[in-house]
């Protein structure tokens, strides 16, 4: 086992699970998605059909990296299952992910999907590419693994108390 993947935390070896299959079943939003809401307990974890469109930055636009966009459903659906007011879910949600996307960007210098994977997948050359070099292996993986990192952590109840009362603050 190398240094990197034993590094890996647990809740970053259920994302590799789900992306990595051999049946390539779950894209980069799916598994951020399910992922977390595996982790989170919340209704239907494997179930990724709200997600299945993201992937690629949504719909191989190349526009917000689908670990963004799946973890920000994850926590939407967090938020709405833990506190009792539809708007207050909402701000929290807004704020956590704020505060991921900030640090998503001083790791990665943007979110944008074609900025990180240097390709336009869109294109059939580009997608070609990118599967063949195995950019979904490592660049992709990588980022799913840094955002279910940062954000599983809220499962446990009390640091997501302390993450509501710090985006509320």
Not at 73 to 80: D, K, N, P, S, T
Not at 104 to 130: G, M, P, W
Not at 138 to 148: A, D, K, L, P, S
Request: hydrophobic fraction near 40%.
């Amino acid at each position: 086992m190398d240094n990197a993947e034993s590094a890996t935390t647990e809740p970053q070896k259920k994302a590799r699970e789900f992306f990595l299959r051999d049946d390539n079943m779950f894209g980069c939003a799916e598994s951020t998605y399910i992922t977390l809401k595996t982790l989170y307990g919340l209704p239907n974890p494997t179930h990724s059909a709200a997600a299945m469109a993201l992937n690629g930055g949504i719909a191989y636009s190349g526009s917000t990296c689908g670990a963004i966009t799946g973890a920000a459903m994850a926590v939407g659906e967090l938020a709405e299952s833990r506190l009792n007011n539809h708007k207050t879910a909402k701000t929290v949600a807004r704020r956590i992910i704020m505060r991921i996307l900030a640090a998503f960007r001083d790791k990665y210098v943007s979110e944008k999907c074609i900025d990180l994977i240097e390709l336009d997948i869109s294109k059939q050359e580009d997608h070609d590419a990118f599967i063949e070099r195995g950019v979904w292996k490592t660049t992709c993986m990588g980022q799913i693994e840094y955002v279910v990192g940062e954000l599983h952590r809220l499962a446990d109840e009390d640091v997501w108390n302390e993450w509501v009362a710090s985006v509320m603050q």
